[in-house]
């Protein structure tokens, strides 16, 4: 029997879904690990996808959506981003935020282009890229500026080679944001090397101390950005699988060549549940996020009263506390953390070299699991006060 696809063998499996499937056979566990809303879909949205379907509303729709969503897209874009777009020719509905991703570097690279990757960064972004033909260059944001990026780290990575950078802001697995002035810098280098930017503002509705800002706003960005967001996280949609890709149309259309071959079209029936998020959102959104702000302040402080140094998240769901103090690896602290007191958090290493002396624990939870899971933290971390307290001393 032949071989199969080397680049696809030799790819290590997700580091998030590891942990997620080790904590489901045990009992009692505490989980942290995946970054998925607690709230369930608001009522609405899913009535309006029970009666697309009973008014019998199961064929396809048009490879790039349904108009009436991509024209409520474009009215979302506009009024709560500022930013344009013409739903006929630079709008796909896709099948979650991750194929919107998939589309976009298909349609971006050839074989060897570079994609700067900013780090730490979600597990889905590198083998991405290689799938489509690609090679990730990764700069490290530095925990001491709060992961934030550093305008001249990344133009030192930038090579005749380089097609593209990828920004994620709000991060996961950091949680860090980026303001206007600080994106402005990378716009720079966007505009000085003539780059694309792929940005994934999947998390766009999830900052609670500074207003967000969609690179494409950014002065010439709009016609260099591909900006990647989606229903799940903000709109507690994460089993629906839908998002979507706003680009200029000339790479829009050929994003969309991909989207006809590999996916035809996002499910009808999901697309009028998005419909009716975007239309009432000011309904839901707001709530979700004041909820998120509350936990995200306790869990903080909580996790740095526990002995795990953590900056403070300016966005997302995602603490993002270092370890390295314990002297265990990542992935040593995780999995004794999972099995001595069934709280499960994700290794740091999964989201690149340098979340390496880190966990990612998300506090997409109830206040009360949130609580459960720092007395368990607390009685974790008493076995090495002693060696903080004389590393502290010495």
């Not at 991750?98 to 700067?116: K, T």
């Not at 839908?242 to 035809?264: S, W």
């Not at 265990?328 to 007191?341: C, G, H, Q, W």
Request: charged share 20%; net charge negative.
């Amino acid at each position: 029997m032949k071989s199969l696809s080397n680049q696809v063998v030799s790819m290590k499996p997700s580091g998030i879904r590891r942990f997620f499937d080790l904590a489901q056979t045990m009992d009692n566990v505490v989980s942290l690990g995946v970054g998925e809303p607690d709230f369930i879909t608001p009522w609405n949205v899913r009535e309006a996808s029970y009666a697309a379907l009973e008014e019998g509303y199961t064929a396809y729709s048009a490879n790039a959506g349904l108009i009436e969503l991509r024209e409520e897209i474009a009215t979302y874009m506009k009024e709560r981003f500022l930013v344009e777009y013409d739903p006929t020719s630079e709008l796909i509905v896709t099948t979650g935020a991750s194929q919107a991703l998939d589309i976009a570097f298909r349609a971006l690279l050839n074989p060897g282009d570079e994609v700067i990757v900013v780090e730490p960064a979600f597990v889905s972004y590198g083998p991405l890229i290689e799938l489509a033909g690609g090679t990730v260059v990764p700069v490290a944001c530095r925990p001491e500026k709060g992961f934030r990026l550093d305008r001249e780290d990344v133009e030192q990575a930038i090579t005749e080679r380089t097609k593209a950078i990828l920004l994620c802001f709000p991060s996961n697995p950091t949680g860090a944001t980026m303001n206007g002035d600080e994106l402005a810098q990378i716009a720079e280098l966007a505009t000085k090397y003539d780059l694309w930017v792929v940005s994934d503002e999947i998390y766009a509705e999830l900052c609670y101390d500074e207003p967000f800002v969609s690179f494409a706003t950014l002065h010439d960005m709009r016609d260099r950005t591909i900006v990647v967001n989606g229903f799940s996280k903000a709109f507690a949609m994460t089993g629906w699988r839908l998002g979507f890709t706003c680009a200029p149309e000339i790479v829009t259309r050929e994003m969309l060549k991909v989207h006809q071959y590999g996916m035809m079209c996002a499910p009808t029936l999901v697309q009028f549940g998005g419909l009716e998020a975007l239309r009432t959102r000011d309904q839901h959104v707001p709530s979700m996020v004041k909820s998120y702000r509350q936990r995200r302040n306790y869990f903080i402080q909580a996790l740095n009263e526990a002995g795990l140094p953590t900056h403070v998240p300016g966005g997302a769901f995602y603490a993002f506390p270092s370890i390295r103090h314990t002297g265990l690896t990542s992935e040593e602290f995780a999995e004794r953390l999972l099995v001595e007191e069934r709280v499960a958090v994700v290794p740091g290493n999964a989201f690149g070299e340098s979340g390496e002396g880190f966990v990612r624990a998300s506090y997409a939870t109830s206040l009360e699991q949130l609580q459960e899971a720092i007395l368990r933290i607390q009685r974790f971390m008493k076995q090495f006060e002693v060696t903080v307290l004389k590393d502290s001393h010495s």
